[in-house]
C-alpha cells in the first residue's frame, strides 16, 4: 500500500489509497484539483499559519459579507502563494521546517508556487467566545499524536509547550476581544494548493490578521463509477 498526496496534521479528510500494482503509478495522482472545507479565525495569526503555531493578534477589522465575497471573487484564477514556513518544501535541499527551526530563514528565499483558484465561496458565520476559541484550538492541538522519534526531534514535538503557553495567554489577557469571527468558505483549487495560505491572505486582504482554524479535503480529482469500480479522470 503506498498514499498520493500528504495531508498537514491539521488537515483531515481524503487522501488516496495505492494498492498493490498501482503503487508503480503514484506518479500519476500527484497533480489531481482537490476541493476543500476550509474556515479563517480572525483577529489572531500564527507562524505555521494554523492553530499550532506561535501566536499574535491584531484587532479584527469591520469587514462585511459583501467585502468578504468581493475578495474571494478577487483570487479566482492563477495565484501566486508562498510556500508556509512550515511545511516539506525544500529548499537547497532542507525542507522549510527545517530552516525555520533552525533558526536560518534570512539564509534564503521562502519560494512561491503558482495555483488556480477554480472556485471558493464563502458558505457560513460563526462566532465564539474567547473561551471557546481557546478550549476549541486547544483540543484541535492536543488531537495529534506525540512525535517522539529522534530524526523529528527538531520539531520539539510541534513546539506544542509553548504554542499551549500562547493560547492561554488569549485566554487570560482580557484585554483581548470577548468574541472572534470565524467564516467557513469551500475552494476547489490546483494540486499544491495550501489552504493556511489562503486564509491568511484573505484575512490580509480585509486588512486584518487570521489563520487556519479548520481544514478538510472533500474530493482529490473528478471521479465516475464503473462496473468494476472507481476510475480517476486526469
Known amino acids: 500500500m503506498a498514499y498520493a498526496g500528504r495531508l498537514d496534521p491539521m ?15 503514484q506518479t500519476n495522482y500527484h497533480d489531481l484539483d482537490k476541493e476543500y472545507e476550509f474556515s479563517v479565525l480572525f483577529g489572531i495569526e500564527s507562524d ?4 499550532m503555531g506561535r501566536l499574535t493578534t491584531c484587532e479584527e477589522s469591520g469587514f462585511d ?12 484564477g492563477k495565484i501566486e502563494l508562498p510556500y508556509p514556513r512550515f511545511s516539506s518544501k525544500t ?3 532542507k525542507p522549510l521546517h527545517t530552516w525555520t527551526m533552525e533558526g536560518r530563514l534570512d539564509e534564503i528565499e521562502i519560494p512561491t508556487k503558482e495555483s488556480t483558484v477554480f472556485s471558493i465561496f464563502a ?8 473561551e471557546e476559541v481557546v478550549n476549541q ?3 484541535k492541538v492536543n488531537s495529534v499524536p506525540p512525535v517522539t522519534e529522534l530524526r523529528k526531534a527538531l520539531g520539539n514535538d510541534f513546539r506544542r509547550v509553548d504554542v499551549r503557553a500562547d493560547w492561554e ?22 494540486s499544491g494548493t495550501y489552504m493556511r495560505s489562503l486564509a491568511s491572505l484573505i484575512a490580509k486582504k480585509l486588512s486584518t490578521c487570521g ?8 474530493k482529490i480529482g473528478r471521479y465516475q463509477e464503473e462496473k468494476s469500480g472507481w476510475s480517476v479522470e486526469y
Open 91 to 93: 529548499v537547497q535541499g
Open 211 to 218: 489563520l487556519a482554524w479548520h481544514i478538510h479535503r472533500t
Open 48 to 51: 505555521s499559519l494554523d492553530v
Open 137 to 139: 484550538a486547544l483540543e
Open 169 to 190: 495567554n488569549i485566554r487570560t489577557n482580557s484585554s483581548l476581544p470577548d468574541s472572534y469571527t470565524i467564516i467557513n468558505f469551500i475552494c476547489t483549487a490546483s
Open 65 to 76: 459579507s459583501d467585502s468578504v465575497n468581493q475578495t474571494v471573487k478577487n483570487l479566482v
Open 123 to 130: 458558505t457560513t458565520t460563526e462566532t465564539l467566545s474567547r
Open 11 to 25: 488537515a483531515s479528510g481524503k487522501l488516496l489509497i495505492l494498492l498493490g500494482e498501482e503503487c508503480k503509478n
